[in-house]
């Protein structure tokens, strides 16, 4: 497929021009003309690299385009410099998709999380730009605190790294932000909702769930995100019939 038609595909998708994000989305590196093997992971680092070589791959697509985060220069020196000349080198086209593969309601990390821990009836909070990235579920009878975390190590195989249960142990409503996606907790409260599902949390979060009375558990970063890709892999299979895999190569945080 040619790369053109393969970046069009993708933006229809993703749609990445409802978000108002913090790094490029779409196409960051044109290596090559044409896609004909994709490999998808999580963040853009060297091992990642290495899998799309032993692949035979011709474009990754990530999460997290680092070194393309809007903070960046992009001056191609030092690592930065070293990737690209060797994305160049090796025809690996990158493409990052951040906040759209957070938010997509069909392939999106928080609308799929929802659906591992069998939830329902959802809505969109956390607006960023023209489109929400957390995602809201119920389920139909309320469970208890035993129950919600059991959910949770259903969606999250590698289990919850963190659980801070101060709310009700009647849970019914629970929104969900993969990632350093804590910011929400106070949206979320004023919503109605009884539990919060993240990744990464940061120092004050035990606080303020404490004191607010609140139910939250988090999962890690990284292993909070590996669902949009990972379905993006698949769809792409399934839809545009080019080979491509995801790969998973973990990181604790």
């Known amino acids: 497929m040619k790369l053109n038609e393969f970046s069009a595909w993708l933006n229809e998708l993703l749609s990445p021009q409802l978000f108002h994000d913090y790094c490029n989305n779409g196409l960051c590196v044109e290596a090559s003309d044409e896609v004909t093997k994709v490999i998808t992971g999580v963040s853009f680092r060297d091992r990642l690299i290495e899998a799309a070589v032993e692949e035979g791959a011709d474009c990754i697509i990530v999460h997290h385009p680092n070194g393309f985060w809007k903070n960046e220069d992009r001056v191609l020196t030092g690592k930065f410099g070293e990737r690209m000349r060797r994305l160049m080198k090796l025809g690996i086209s990158l493409y990052g998709y951040h906040l759209p593969l957070d938010g997509h309601r069909g392939i999106g990390n928080n609308a799929l999380i929802a659906k591992a821990m069998g939830l329902s009836n959802i809505q969109g909070f956390m607006q960023e730009g023209d489109?929400?990235?957390?995602?809201?579920?119920?389920?139909?009878?309320?469970?208890?605190?035993?129950?919600?975390?059991?959910?949770?190590?259903?969606?999250?195989?590698?289990?919850?790294?963190?659980?801070?249960?101060?709310?009700?142990?009647?849970?019914?409503?629970?929104?969900?932000?993969?990632?350093?996606?804590?910011?929400?907790?106070?949206e979320a409260m004023n919503l109605g909702c009884d539990a919060f599902v993240t990744g990464e949390i940061k120092e004050s979060v035990p606080i303020l769930v404490e004191e607010a009375g609140f139910n939250l558990?988090?999962?890690?970063?990284?292993?909070?995100?590996v669902f949009g890709v990972r379905a993006l892999a698949q769809k792409i299979n399934e839809e545009l019939r080019i080979p491509a895999k995801f790969i998973d190569v973990d990181n604790p945080i």
Do not use: Y
Not at 140 to 148: G, I, L, M, N
Not at 163 to 174: A, R
Not at 217 to 225: K, T, V
């Open 131 to 186: 489109a929400s990235v957390g995602i809201i579920g119920e389920w139909e009878s309320p469970a208890t605190q035993v129950e919600f975390l059991e959910s949770a190590n259903i969606a999250f195989p590698m289990g919850v790294q963190n659980q801070f249960l101060f709310g009700s142990d009647s849970i019914k409503k629970v929104a969900i932000c993969s990632g350093s996606g804590a910011s929400g907790i106070e």
């Open 217 to 225: 558990i988090s999962a890690g970063h990284h292993r909070s995100e």
